[in-house]
């Protein structure tokens, strides 16, 4: 019979890690940058904890991930530890162990429960090559539909969904700063759910309802994911919530 693995002890800390994607490592992929941590922590001696079985792996949890070519000012993971640490020191370690552009902006001891059910909502800034008008006449068309079917290519196939009820809000207004040219920014607000949408999703959906030419190269960014303040329609911060 084959030997059982040795059974690894249970984290005895866990912290939440929101970080950011920016500048050219908005490219990174989701794989690319779980091993780019992967090896940070190492290099940065952070005491993970590890799993048990054949193939032990340090203890991280992804939740929420941009779609590749997004910046993101807003991603969350949370890592299990061996032992207690200084929460300020590893943030400084992880800083320096990971490329610029992949950019700690905070750690935070967990509260316990689940870090992706914190994650409902996202604010999305999408910056678009349209004048405003077109792009402010895009999104009432669009807001005016009670649905707006769109396609997308995934790992079962072509997908056909809805990418309208996942909106809750969205507005055009225009790009500050001299010398922009014709170009817009839409600000969204995307509630999670299944199926996920995206903004470039929106994006599809404002050219099918609006005729939007968001330009070959929009650039999205989200600015901020977390709990879903229902009454506002705002998105609340995940590392400040207590589950």
Request: charged content about 25%.
């Amino acid at each position: 019979m084959r030997e059982q693995p040795e059974q690894q002890a249970p984290p005895v800390q866990r912290l939440r890690i929101r970080y950011a994607k920016r500048g050219r490592l908005r490219f990174t992929s989701h794989r690319d940058f779980s091993r780019a941590f992967e090896r940070a922590v190492f290099r940065a001696r952070v005491p993970m904890a590890y799993s048990s079985g054949f193939n032990p792996h340090p203890r991280i949890s992804y939740a929420g991930a941009a779609p590749t070519g997004s910046a993101s000012e807003a991603e969350y993971l949370e890592i299990g530890l061996a032992e207690v640490v200084d929460v300020a020191a590893v943030r400084a370690s992880l800083e320096e162990a990971l490329p610029d552009g992949l950019d700690i902006l905070e750690v935070a001891v967990s509260p316990g429960g689940s870090l992706a059910d914190l994650l409902q909502a996202s604010h999305w800034r999408l910056d678009v090559a349209a004048e405003v008008s077109d792009a402010g006449a895009a999104v009432e068309a669009f807001l005016g539909q009670e649905s707006v079917e769109v396609e997308r290519m995934t790992k079962k196939g072509l997908r056909t969904f809805d990418c309208r009820a996942a909106v809750l809000s969205l507005e055009a207004g225009p790009v500050t700063g001299a010398g922009v040219g014709a170009r817009s920014t839409l600000d969204l607000v995307l509630r999670h759910g299944v199926p996920s949408v995206r903004p470039d999703d929106v994006l599809t959906g404002l050219a099918a309802v609006g005729g939007l030419q968001a330009g070959p190269a929009p650039l999205l960014t989200r600015l901020a994911q977390g709990p879903l303040e229902e009454s506002t329609g705002t998105v609340g911060d995940p590392l400040a919530a207590r589950t």
